[in-house]
């Protein structure tokens, strides 16, 4: 279960890093910074891109009915049967990584817009709604049905198991 997991949790890191950093590379291109204080109110001139990246954070952050979810309920799931302590922990460094991508969510999409660059923005275009779009649909998609991405890896990660619970020596 740890072993599928962690490959369902790689290929959900995948879709939702590439979605964070198109993003970023979206924000960056218009305002050309990366201080997330340059940022705040972008929600109130880029309704569609702040839905978005709002989607994705929660996503990053583990939201249920997303990819980021399955994979990490799946690997918190093994580390408490093999111990409590290292379930613990697991949970610990989702509850911190949630918590600062939270508050990068609020400080960079929600409030007031914080100056004239960001009331200067424009929304995303038809190219990068679609680039967006099939990101969220791939995360959704295995979020809400991973059931064949775990079928596919079953064997690899049956042998892999095998081969590492055969002594070396």
């Not at 072993?3 to 291109?29: E, K, P, R, T």
């Not at 990490?72 to 509850?95: G, K």
């Not at 990068?128 to 959704?140: K, R």
């Not at 998609?141 to 198991?161: A, R």
Request: one cysteine or more; aromatic letters at 12%.
């Amino acid at each position: 279960l740890g072993m599928q997991g962690g490959m369902v949790q790689m290929v959900s890191h995948g879709f939702i890093s590439a979605a964070m950093f198109l993003c970023v590379g979206v924000l960056y291109d218009r305002m050309h910074s990366r201080e997330i204080a340059d940022y705040g109110g972008v929600v109130n001139t880029m309704p569609w891109f702040a839905a978005f990246m709002v989607f994705f954070a929660m996503a990053n952050a583990g939201l249920p009915g997303t990819s980021g979810f399955v994979g990490e309920f799946m690997v918190i799931l093994a580390s408490f049967r093999a111990d409590f302590w290292f379930a613990f922990l697991a949970a610990t460094t989702l509850i911190i990584g949630a918590a600062y991508t939270l508050w990068m969510v609020k400080r960079v999409v929600f409030g007031e817009v914080s100056n004239e660059k960001v009331a200067a923005l424009q929304d995303i275009n038809k190219r990068e709604a679609l680039v967006l779009a099939s990101l969220a649909i791939a995360v959704l998609v295995l979020g809400l049905w991973p059931e064949p991405l775990i079928q596919v890896m079953d064997v690899s990660i049956t042998n892999l198991v095998n081969h590492i619970a055969v002594p070396k020596l």
